[in-house]
T-cell receptor, first 112, second 116 residues
Framework: AQSVTQLDSHVSVSEGTPVLLRCNYSSSYSPSLFWYVQHPNKGLQLLLKYTSAATLVKGINGFEAEFKKSETSFHLTKPSAHMSDAAEYFCVAMDSWGKLQFGAGTQVVVTP | GAVVSQHPSWVICKSGTSVKIECRSLDFQATTMFWYRQFPKQSLMLMAT?????????EQGVEKDKFLINHASLTLSTLTVTSAHPEDSSFYIC????????????FGQGTRLTVV
């Protein structure tokens, strides 16, 4: 069985400062990992995905994430937060049957 | 990326009535579709997985007769909430995937259901 833990339910940052969203996974193998963003009352938009290629993954809107097997982590970062980054972020693991396991989500608030 | 369209985006219905939500893959053939439910400020909970032409596989605790899922074609899956009650009010999201299990799943924009 696999599980995904997002370590922060809420992150507040000032505009222009770095963003760090933490995610740890547990799995008996190296899963495919994703980060999705959800704006209020909207569906999910894929930010980036890791599928056992490069461990540093670059996504859309300046986000990137690094897969660290030794730490079982897949933290999401962005060097400079923008007001439009305020949203809910989900770390997701996919098992070998294609089933998605969602983390609990991290609400990001960006202050001017 | 591929486009998944969900309709309606919001619906209000009376208690006891049924409501149907559609999920369409617009530019690819979706061999597998997933239905999720999301409560306010919570994560997505998988309700069921459907493969085209076969019966849906429901997650534990999800009532099959309450949430009817049909995946009759490679581009359309429907979720029907039967005899809706206020506690069924929620945000429902579908996702669709083509090919093997390791391919990416694309999400619809979600449906806000309010039962009054």
């Amino acid at each position: 069985a696999q599980s995904v833990t997002q370590l922060d339910s809420h992150v507040s940052v000032s505009e222009g400062t770095p963003v760090l969203l933490r995610c740890n996974y547990s799995s008996s193998y190296s899963p495919s990992l994703f980060w999705y963003v959800q704006h209020p009352n909207k569906g999910l938009q894929l930010l980036l995905k890791y599928t056992s290629a490069a461990t540093l993954v670059k996504g859309i809107n300046g986000f990137e994430a690094e897969f660290k097997k030794s730490e079982t982590s897949f933290h999401l970062t962005k060097p400079s937060a923008h007001m439009s980054d305020a949203a809910e972020y989900f770390c997701v693991a996919m098992d070998s049957w294609g089933k998605l396991q969602f983390g609990a989500g991290t609400q990001v608030v960006v202050t001017p | 990326g591929a486009v998944v369209s969900q309709h309606p985006s919001w619906v209000i219905c009376k208690s006891g009535t049924s409501v149907k939500i559609e999920c369409r893959s617009l530019d690819f053939q979706a061999t597998t579709m997933f239905w999720y439910r999301q409560f306010p400020k919570q994560s997505l909970m998988l309700m069921a997985t459907s493969n085209e032409g076969s019966k849906a596989t429901y997650e534990q605790g999800v009532e099959k007769d309450k949430f009817l899922i049909n995946h009759a074609s490679l581009t359309l899956s429907t979720l029907t909430v039967t005899s809706a009650h206020p506690e069924d009010s929620s945000f429902y999201i579908c996702s669709a995937r083509s090919g093997n299990p390791n391919t990416e799943a694309f999400f619809g924009q979600g449906t806000r259901l309010t039962v009054v």
